[in-house]
């Protein structure tokens, strides 16, 4: 287990890394893409590494957020395919009770990675308001000492909905989704603003 202390940089990264995500997700995608390679990378490795205090942890840490960073920059097209195929997933996952099958599981997810690449302006939005939504969530709460966000800032994100079942996480769930809906609304908003002054919507950010 990572110590406590550990988690505070982490949540910090969060918190911003979900607001960017949230509200300048389509106009910022590669560096959104970044950030949460980075944050990925980070987590992955504070859950792994012995000693993630030490300075070879620390050098660690940074180095597998960086090749999360590069990764998620290099496979664009890919991570948004994949976007699509994660939220498809998801809301089988919430319709389904128990654990769905993988077919419908592979199926679904092709489909929604196909959905994404077709209409990519609006699954970008709605992707990454909701991501960012959760992962800023997740940031603020864990800044404020919260457990359950303390402990997915730390790499076990088990404990928190859509990971966990909703009994009982209604008021995360509730703020998840009333963050998500007003980032979708703003990034929506400035889209079709920018659209209407330059003629077209404006490109993610290469």
């Known amino acids: 287990m990572p110590p406590a202390t550990v988690h505070m940089p982490v949540a910090s990264i969060l ?56 990764v998620a920059v290099v496979l664009y097209l890919s991570t ?26 592979l199926v679904t997810g092709a489909a929604g990675a196909l959905a994404t690449l077709l209409v990519r ?14 992962t800023a969530l997740v940031g603020g709460l864990a800044l404020a000492g919260h457990g359950l966000a303390v402990a997915a800032a730390t790499g076990d994100v088990a404990g928190l909905f859509p990971f966990a079942p909703l009994d009982g996480q209604f008021g995360f769930a509730l703020g998840w989704a009333a963050l998500a809906a007003l980032a979708v ?10 659209s209407d002054e330059g003629g077209r919507s404006p490109a993610p950010e290469k």
């Open 15 to 70: 918190l911003g890394g979900g607001l960017l995500a949230c509200f300048l997700g389509y106009r910022l995608m590669r560096a959104v893409l970044a950030v949460g390679g980075f944050v990925a990378g980070v987590v992955l490795a504070i859950g792994t590494v012995a000693d993630p205090q030490s300075v070879l942890g620390v050098l660690l840490v940074i180095a597998s957020g960086a090749a999360g960073a590069l």
């Open 80 to 105: 948004v395919g994949l976007v699509g195929a994660g939220l498809a997933v998801f809301l089988v996952g919430l319709l389904v009770d128990g654990d769905p099958p993988i077919w419908l599981l």
């Open 185 to 194: 609304a703003v990034q929506f908003l400035a889209t079709a603003r920018s």
């Open 121 to 134: 302006r609006e699954v970008i939005i709605v992707g990454t308001s909701f991501v960012g939504a959760w």
